[in-house]
């Protein structure tokens, strides 16, 4: 019954940063894999990033590898998401989900707009 929200999007140039953040209650938030995903208009939902339970392990698609970083906080039961070097591609809304493998819980969602 885990609850997440979502913060920290915007707009922003090509080439700057945002970090968005995952909030999580509700839950034991250290016994959760979670993720964050994207979806733009008219397109599917994909995948971004996935971390496991403690924070040492981490996955990126390929077209954020190397700009973007994924971690999380336990103490602080929350998610994060650092975007640097962000492209026009990366317009989506943002979601945060846990336990991203089996039976997702979504975050409500928070835009990211990337002008050039």
């Known amino acids: 019954q885990v609850q997440l929200v979502e913060s920290g999007g915007g707009l922003v140039q090509a080439g700057g940063s945002l970090r968005l953040s995952c909030a999580a209650s509700?839950?034991?938030?250290?016994?959760?894999?979670m993720g964050w995903f994207r979806q733009a208009p008219g397109k599917e939902r994909d995948l971004v990033a996935l971390?496991?339970?403690?924070?040492?392990?981490?996955y990126y698609t390929d077209a954020v590898k190397g700009r973007f970083t994924i971690s999380r906080d336990n103490a602080k039961n929350t998610m994060y998401l650092q975007m640097n070097n962000l492209k026009p591609e990366d317009t989506a809304v943002y979601y945060c989900?846990?336990?991203?493998?089996?039976?997702?819980?979504w975050g409500q969602g928070t835009q990211v707009t990337v002008s050039s």
């Open positions: 971390i496991n339970r403690s924070g040492a392990t981490t």
């Open positions: 509700g839950g034991t938030f250290s016994n959760y894999a």
């Open positions: 989900a846990a336990d991203p493998r089996g039976s997702p819980t």
